[in-house]
């Protein structure tokens, strides 16, 4: 919206900064920032008056979460998505179709997200919203958002899968990239729903990866960072550069009160919501493939649960000592910070080979 604003300029004031992408998406951070911090307490303290009881533990995971994370509240997503929301809104082009895909897929998982955490804080239970229904809507959104992008993607990149490190490779994939990207999308966004589970423990990865995929955005949005990078040139995407900037600024707002010991978790709202998100920028900005590596974290927890339920329903034994994988370190004696830090280490080193990516051809 306030990029309108470069209209006014006569090329050597104040109001030509809102052409540069870069200055908008400081912009957006620091908004986005405040609203966290300005609305966290409110936010928190109404979630408490309205859901005395908080989010519902899993009688499944750790003991001690029972008594150590009981009467928390739930819903913490929304402090995101509206600082996100707000950012985005005021300074990304309202008219590049990129940012209302991205922003789209992250709203519709928020709202998916909501819904499960309502249920479960109504109902006083861990249940919330049956996974069916859930994956359901969720592929629908996936497919919606796939096609979208596939039909604003330049002729000669629709429909095709590029392949990182290896220069002007593209596996040509037809109609199977729609499912191909609903799987993306969709497998991003439980991903990050699995990894939130400790204090902290997935919003600072999400930021990382974040950041990662929007520098990726903004370069291959650049004809002239792509070539010099011999990458694909989507033109557009630089944009998404502002939402990925409200976003890291709206996770620092929410981790402000989410560090240990948190006084709100995001849920679902939040978790489904981030997730789509990564999944939506690695779409719309052809780094499908790359998004395995900067989620790398994300891809391990999701994993680990799939490896523990089919060797269980096989054998009858346990892979893990409790999955996700966070839980089973958690098991094996690793306090929770330690086991939040060095997530987070690992995310960070993940990112940085993400990033080797656009370079090394």
Do not use: C
């Amino acid at each position: 919206m306030l990029f309108w604003l470069s209209a006014l300029s006569d090329g050597g004031d104040i109001f030509n900064l809102f052409r540069y992408i870069t200055f908008r998406a400081g912009g957006a951070f620091f908004t986005a920032l405040t609203f966290g911090f300005v609305f966290g307490r409110p936010l928190i303290t109404a979630l408490r008056r309205k859901y005395a009881h908080g989010q519902p533990i899993r009688e499944d995971g750790p003991a001690h979460h029972i008594k150590t994370k009981a009467d928390t509240p739930t819903m913490g997503g929304l402090l995101i998505l509206a600082a996100l929301t707000l950012s985005t809104v005021l300074w990304a082009r309202l008219d590049n179709p990129y940012v209302w895909l991205v922003l789209g897929v992250t709203v519709a998982f928020g709202v998916v997200g909501f819904a499960d955490d309502w249920a479960k804080v109504s109902r006083g239970n861990s249940r919330g919203v049956p996974g069916r229904i859930r994956f359901g809507i969720g592929l629908l959104i996936a497919a919606t958002a796939s096609y979208v992008a596939a039909q604003l993607h330049p002729d000669d990149l629709s429909m095709q899968l590029a392949v990182p490190v290896f220069k002007d490779v593209l596996f040509p994939m037809g109609w199977l990239f729609i499912p191909f990207a609903m799987i993306v999308i969709v497998g991003s966004a439980n991903s990050v729903n699995l990894t939130d589970g400790l204090d902290g423990l997935a919003i600072m990865p999400v930021m990382i990866a974040a950041g990662t995929l929007g520098v990726i955005a903004y370069a291959v949005g650049r004809v002239d960072f792509t070539d010099y990078l011999d990458v694909h040139y989507v033109p557009g995407t630089g944009e998404i550069l502002i939402f990925t900037a409200g976003l890291i600024g709206g996770g620092l707002g929410f981790l402000w009160y989410n560090a240990p010991p948190a006084a709100v978790f995001m849920g679902d709202t939040g978790a489904l919501a981030l997730g789509g998100a990564l999944g939506a920028i690695a779409v719309a900005t052809k780094h499908e493939l790359v998004l395995l590596i900067v989620g790398g974290l994300f891809v391990a927890e999701a994993v680990s649960v799939i490896v523990q339920v089919v060797y269980f329903k096989a054998t009858g034994e346990r892979v893990f000592l409790m999955a996700p994988i966070h839980h089973h370190f958690e098991k094996t004696g690793w306090a929770e910070p330690q086991v939040v830090i060095r997530f987070w280490i690992i995310s960070l080193i993940l990112a940085l080979i993400g990033l080797a990516t656009l370079k090394l051809r």
